[in-house]
């Protein structure tokens, strides 16, 4: 058994949607239901009331009478648990929850979010304000993978923050290999043998990178940066079959 919304489209969701919380001028409206049919619609409006009663999405204000709509047809509870239909809609009470589930995922996916800074600017903040800032220039590896990589990494122990720059690292598709940042850190024991994971990451092809370090445990003071060449989300512990640049502070 299969919801008839599932055989919307993007643009008819994004219109229904708009429809229920908002409220579309008449001509839209009109439009939007001439698509998606008038029962497909209520359908959408009461999955929406759904979410808002169970709090699982976030509607500023609910759409009008649909909170009442939803009371009224909501199954009464019964000791046998039986199955209830409900039937203005057409749909199931499992099947409801199941489609509410995914549109409060879809919902989250169009929900505005806060603009991502830009590492470079991260970069250049970080360098113009700590006042431990290490840096180191990025070496190249015998490596034939290394692809003559340049560039330079900064870092802070009192802010745990630090950034790569990276130019010339051929770029790799993250279903194979993925890079991953090792910092050696004097501070602890085997530092030698067991250096910090410092993240894994991703280079576009033919593209100059900041990317952000994402070191895993604490780092006070680094005397070596490492990138190797890992399996897809990295590994605990390295073999160094392709270590590609080192930068010693």
């Given at each position: ?66 909170l009442?709509?939803l009371r ?13 239909r ?65 560039g330079?990494?900064v ?57 952000p ?9 680094p ?27």
């Open positions: 058994m299969s919801s008839r919304l599932e055989r919307w489209s993007e643009a008819d969701f994004d219109a229904a949607y708009a429809e229920a919380t908002e409220g579309l001028g008449r001509s839209e409206r009109a439009r939007m239901l001439e698509r998606v049919g008038s029962e497909e619609f209520e359908e959408l409006e009461l999955l929406l009331a759904q979410v808002h009663v169970a709090g699982l999405g976030r509607l500023e204000t609910p759409p009008a009478g649909l009442q709509k009224e047809q909501a199954p009464a509870a019964a000791p046998h648990r039986a199955p209830r409900i039937s203005a809609a057409g749909w199931s009470a499992a099947l409801g929850w199941s489609i509410a589930a995914a549109l409060v995922l879809w919902i989250a996916l169009r929900a505005p979010t806060a603009p991502r800074e830009d590492p470079g600017e991260l970069r250049e903040r970080l360098m113009a304000s700590a006042a431990d800032l290490v840096r180191a220039d990025w070496s190249a590896t015998a490596d034939p993978l290394a692809g003559g990589v340049n330079d990494v870092w802070s122990s009192s802010r745990q923050q630090g950034y790569m720059r990276l130019s010339r690292l051929p770029g790799n598709d993250a279903r194979q290999r993925q890079y991953q940042l090792w910092i050696f850190d004097k501070s602890r024991a085997e530092w030698e043998a067991r250096p910090v994971d410092g993240g894994v990451f991703d280079v576009p092809a033919g593209g100059d990178v900041v990317v370090i994402s070191a895993k445990l604490e780092v006070r003071e005397a070596l940066f490492a990138i190797t060449l890992e399996t897809p989300g990295g590994v605990v512990v390295s073999k160094r079959e392709h270590l590609l640049a080192t930068a010693a502070p």
